[in-house]
C-alpha cells in the first residue's frame, strides 16, 4: 500500500476521533509565572461584539454597543441590565467592562482563560459563575460562558457568537412570563437553564447514533464501526468533563445563602439542578452502552470467526477421507504380481466404484452433520444476519 493511499485511510479514520477531541483539549494560553489577575486575550479569539439588553416590568431597551465610550451611559439605577459580550478578542474592552462593574480581576482572568470547569464563586457585591456550553459543528464542541450577577445588572461574556439563549432574549422582548419583572437572579436562572437543557438535544442526537452503531454491530460487525463507537465514546466523555463539575456549582448556587439571590429564584434554580443530575444519569448510562458496545463487537467477531471456522471445519472433514480413498487408489502395486496387489484395478468398474464409494462417504458425512444440527444451526445464523429484502 503506497504512503498516500495509507495516510488518506487513517485520516478517514481518525477524522471522527479528532472532532471527539475538541471536548478534551485544554487550551491555556498564559504563560507560566503571569501575575494572578492579568487579562489576555486568547490568541485567535473573535472580536467582541457587546448587546445591551435594560429591561423592566413594563419595557425592554436593546441596543448594540458600537463604541467602548457608550458603556459609561448605561444606567444601572433602575431596572435590569444584562450585557452580553460575544467574543474575548479585547482584553483591554474586558478590562473596562470589569471596571465599570466592580468586578474581581480572578474573576476577570478567568473569563479569557477559557480551560475553566464549572463553577460558582462569592465575591463582595457580585456571583461569578462559568460553565460549558455545547455546539454541534462538524463534531461536538464546547464554549465556555461566564456570566456574572450583580445587584442590578447580569454580564455574560462568550468565545463567539452563536448561542442557544435567543429564546431568553425573544422572552425579554415579547415580555413572555416573569422574566421582566423577576429581576436579575431570575435572569441568570434563565440563561443557566437554558445552556443546561441544550445539553439534552446533543445527548439525544448520540443516542440515536448508537442505537444504529449497535444495529449494525448485531446485524454484521464490521471493523469500520470500531472508529465510530471510538469516537462516540470520546464525545461522551468530554460531555461528562463538561457536565460532571456542573452539578457541583448548580447545587452551590441554590443551597448557599447570598443577597443578590432572592428566595423566589431558589426553586427555580433547585429544578435547574434536577435537570443537571438528569443529564449526568444520561451521560453515564450511554458511557456504559458505548463500553458495552465494544465487547459486543468483540463477541460478535469473535462468533463470526467460530463460525467460518466451523464451515471450513465441516468442509475439512468431508475432504480428508475423500482424499484417503484417493490416496489408496493412487498407489502403484502391480496386481499381476500377487492377487493381493489392488485387484479392483483390473474391474471394469473399478473407477466409478472409487467414485461413488467417495459419494457415499461424503453424503454420510453431511447426513451426520445434518443430525447434528452443526449445519442446521449456521444455516439459521446466516438467515438472521441477511438484511430484510
Same mark, same amino acid.
Given at each position: 500500500?503506497?504512503?498516500?493511499?495509507?495516510?488518506?485511510?487513517?485520516?478517514?479514520?481518525?477524522?471522527?476521533?479528532?472532532?471527539?477531541? =475538541? +471536548?478534551?483539549?485544554?487550551?491555556?494560553?498564559? #504563560?507560566?509565572?503571569? $501575575?494572578?489577575?492579568? /487579562?489576555? &486575550?486568547?490568541?485567535? !479569539?473573535?472580536?467582541?461584539?457587546?448587546?445591551?439588553?435594560?429591561?423592566?416590568?413594563?419595557?425592554?431597551?436593546?441596543?448594540?454597543?458600537?463604541?467602548?465610550?457608550?458603556?459609561?451611559?448605561?444606567?444601572?439605577?433602575?431596572?435590569?441590565?444584562?450585557?452580553?459580550?460575544?467574543?474575548?478578542?479585547?482584553?483591554?474592552?474586558?478590562?473596562?467592562?470589569?471596571?465599570?462593574?466592580?468586578?474581581?480581576?480572578?474573576?476577570?482572568?478567568?473569563?479569557?482563560?477559557?480551560?475553566?470547569?464549572?463553577?460558582?464563586?462569592?465575591?463582595?457585591?457580585?456571583?461569578?459563575?462559568?460553565?460549558?456550553?455545547?455546539?454541534?459543528?462538524?463534531?461536538?464542541?464546547?464554549?465556555?460562558?461566564?456570566?456574572?450577577?450583580?445587584?442590578?445588572?447580569?454580564?455574560?461574556?462568550?468565545?463567539?457568537?452563536?448561542?442557544?439563549?435567543?429564546?431568553?432574549?425573544? =422572552? +425579554?422582548?415579547?415580555?413572555?412570563?416573569?422574566? #421582566?419583572?423577576?429581576? $436579575?437572579?431570575?435572569? /441568570?436562572? &434563565?440563561?443557566?437553564? !437554558?445552556?443546561?437543557?441544550?445539553?439534552?438535544?446533543?445527548?439525544?442526537?448520540?443516542?440515536?447514533?448508537?442505537?444504529?452503531?449497535?444495529?449494525?454491530?448485531?446485524?454484521?460487525?464490521?471493523?469500520?464501526?470500531?472508529?465510530?463507537?471510538?469516537?462516540?465514546?470520546?464525545?461522551?466523555?468530554?460531555?461528562?468533563?463538561?457536565?460532571?463539575?456542573?452539578?457541583?456549582?448548580?447545587?452551590?448556587?441554590?443551597?448557599?445563602?447570598?443577597?443578590?439571590?432572592?428566595?423566589?429564584?431558589?426553586?427555580?434554580?433547585?429544578?435547574?439542578?434536577?435537570?443537571?443530575?438528569?443529564?449526568?444519569?444520561?451521560?453515564?448510562?450511554?458511557?456504559?452502552?458505548?463500553?458495552?458496545?465494544?465487547?459486543?463487537?468483540?463477541?460478535?467477531?469473535?462468533?463470526?470467526?467460530?463460525?467460518?471456522?466451523?464451515?471450513?471445519?465441516?468442509?475439512?472433514?468431508?475432504?480428508?477421507?475423500?482424499?484417503?480413498?484417493?490416496?489408496?487408489?493412487?498407489?502403484?502395486?502391480?496386481?499381476?504380481?500377487?492377487?493381493?496387489?489392488?485387484?479392483?484395478?483390473?474391474?471394469?468398474?473399478?473407477?466409478?466404484?472409487?467414485?461413488?464409494?467417495?459419494?457415499?462417504?461424503?453424503?454420510?458425512?453431511?447426513?451426520?452433520?445434518?443430525?447434528?444440527?452443526?449445519?442446521?444451526?449456521?444455516?439459521?445464523?446466516?438467515?438472521?444476519?441477511?438484511?430484510?429484502?
Amino acid at each position: 500500500m503506497t504512503d498516500p493511499i495509507r495516510t488518506a485511510i487513517l485520516d478517514t479514520i481518525n477524522r471522527p476521533l479528532r472532532r471527539g477531541a =475538541r +471536548l478534551l483539549r485544554v487550551r491555556r494560553h498564559q #504563560r507560566p509565572g503571569t $501575575a494572578p489577575g492579568t /487579562v489576555v &486575550a486568547p490568541p485567535q !479569539a473573535e472580536k467582541p461584539e457587546v448587546t445591551v439588553f435594560h429591561f423592566d416590568e413594563v419595557e425592554c431597551q436593546e441596543r448594540r454597543i458600537q463604541e467602548p465610550n457608550e458603556l459609561a451611559a448605561l444606567d444601572l439605577s433602575r431596572g435590569t441590565t444584562w450585557l452580553n459580550v460575544d467574543g474575548l478578542g479585547d482584553a483591554e474592552l474586558i478590562e473596562r467592562i470589569g471596571a465599570q462593574f466592580g468586578l474581581h480581576r480572578l474573576a476577570l482572568e478567568d473569563v479569557v482563560g477559557t480551560h475553566q470547569r464549572a463553577k460558582v464563586e462569592s465575591y463582595e457585591d457580585h456571583l461569578y459563575v462559568v460553565l460549558k456550553m455545547v455546539h454541534v459543528h462538524e463534531g461536538l464542541d464546547a464554549e465556555q460562558v461566564s456570566v456574572f450577577l450583580g445587584p442590578r445588572f447580569v454580564l455574560s461574556f462568550q468565545e463567539r457568537k452563536g448561542d442557544c439563549l435567543e429564546l431568553v432574549r425573544d =422572552r +425579554l422582548r415579547k415580555g413572555k412570563g416573569r422574566l #421582566r419583572a423577576a429581576g $436579575a437572579d431570575y435572569l /441568570v436562572h &434563565a440563561i443557566l437553564d !437554558a445552556i443546561v437543557d441544550h445539553y439534552f438535544p446533543v445527548l439525544e442526537a448520540l443516542g440515536e447514533k448508537l442505537e444504529l452503531l449497535e444495529d449494525e454491530v448485531l446485524r454484521d460487525p464490521n471493523p469500520s464501526v470500531v472508529p465510530q463507537i471510538h469516537a462516540v465514546r470520546r464525545e461522551l466523555l468530554g460531555l461528562r468533563r463538561a457536565a460532571w463539575p456542573l452539578r457541583e456549582a448548580m447545587g452551590s448556587l441554590y443551597r448557599d445563602e447570598s443577597p443578590l439571590i432572592t428566595a423566589p429564584t431558589r426553586p427555580y434554580l433547585r429544578d435547574c439542578y434536577d435537570h443537571t443530575v438528569q443529564l449526568i444519569d444520561v451521560i453515564e448510562t450511554y458511557r456504559e452502552l458505548t463500553s458495552g458496545l465494544l465487547e459486543i463487537y468483540l463477541s460478535s467477531l469473535g462468533q463470526k470467526n467460530n463460525e467460518v471456522m466451523k464451515v471450513l471445519t465441516i468442509i475439512a472433514t468431508i475432504f480428508i477421507p475423500l482424499s484417503f480413498i484417493a490416496g489408496v487408489y493412487g498407489m502403484n502395486f502391480n496386481p499381476t504380481r500377487s492377487p493381493w496387489n489392488m485387484p479392483e484395478l483390473e474391474w471394469t468398474f473399478g473407477y466409478p466404484f472409487a467414485l461413488l464409494l467417495m459419494l457415499v462417504v461424503a453424503l454420510g458425512l453431511v447426513g451426520f452433520f445434518v443430525r447434528k444440527g452443526w449445519l442446521g444451526e449456521a444455516r439459521r445464523r446466516h438467515r438472521r444476519r441477511a438484511p430484510p429484502a
